[in-house]
């Protein structure tokens, strides 16, 4: 048996039990997602007057993204849980005492672990970003009635005014500012007269402060007149309020659409380094499955017959909290500069998953 690199009498044992523990731990961790987010958005449901088949269709859209978010902590509990409840029995002792080692025991629930990696990045390509982006748009527009005249596409939004055109490469709504912003203004004859462009503009609570404003005539004979003009040249009577209907966060995204909006806005001179954060990131969160399972095998093998599942629990707790607040501080830093948007991703992993080999090597 010590020669034996799989065993499938155990393998299909355990992958039974984790996956028992796994679907019961899912359902829990989206159940009290749900329930948070519904007590937490109610008062906003009540005052926009919110039918409850829209209420319900939002958090119907909303289930793929919180499956995501919630698949780490749950393989986390459902490992200690599903582990600790053989090791209380005395079954990974026996396991131990005819010559299983620890990588047997966690070979195979590895491999489960890898799947569900591999399938959560498929979900988020594929299922997640619809989703999101249909639940943003039930909240902002259909129950809050946020509209927008206007057209935009995965990198571009356009709307018009009177006599003229307004074009906006990006809107950040966590900064509340626009990049590459573009105002086309023609005469009754509809022949361009006038371009006036900025590089960015920021809200501040009054009104947009715009930066580096310029202007472009077109004369009648084609010839073509450049000048700086005064951020005050510039206005804008929408405010970000009127941007969040159309805008889309990273999630409502998928990998391959994320990284063209990033070519696109690096050929167009605008800074990418939070958008390049979230591209690195839709690559590693679905391998924090598998961190978090070095972390759980071995732990859990350690459990006594006297331990609780209450113990399982807190312990996953106190696992991924810890994991999600180095997460977010890596992160943070990549958006500021800091770190290099692939080292922000992927430090938490990292660091993680080296604590969960040292955790293997322990207990072999």
Known sequence: MDGALWLPTIARYLLRE???SFALCLGAFVGLYLSVDFFERFPGFLSHGAPTRLILLYFVMKVPLIVTQMTPVAVLASMLLSLGTLARRSELMAMRSCGVSIW????????ACLAIAIAGFGWNEYVVPAASM????IDRVQIKNKTFRGHFNESEIWYHGDGNFTNIDRFDANRNEI??????EFDDEFQLRRMVEARMARWTGNGWETSDVREMRFAPDGS?????????????????????????DS????????????????RKGIDTTDARVDLWLKLSVPFTSIVMALIAIPLAS????????AASVGAALVVGF???VVLALTTSLGRGGVLPPPLAAWTANLIFGAIGLIFFLSAD
């Open 18 to 20: 984790f996956g028992r």
């Open 104 to 111: 047997q025991i966690g070979g195979p629930l590895l491999a």
């Open 134 to 137: 249909q639940a943003h748009y």
């Open 179 to 184: 990049y590459g912003l573009r105002r086309y």
């Open 224 to 248: 073509l007149e450049t000048s700086p003009l005064p951020s005050s040249a510039l206005q804008l009577l929408e405010t970000p309020e009127d941007f969040t209907a159309v805008h889309r």
């Open 251 to 266: 999630e409502d995204l998928s990998y391959q659409s994320l990284a063209r909006e990033i070519d696109d806005l690096r």
């Open 302 to 309: 350690r459990h006594n017959r006297g331990s609780g599942v």
């Open 322 to 324: 810890s994991y999600w």
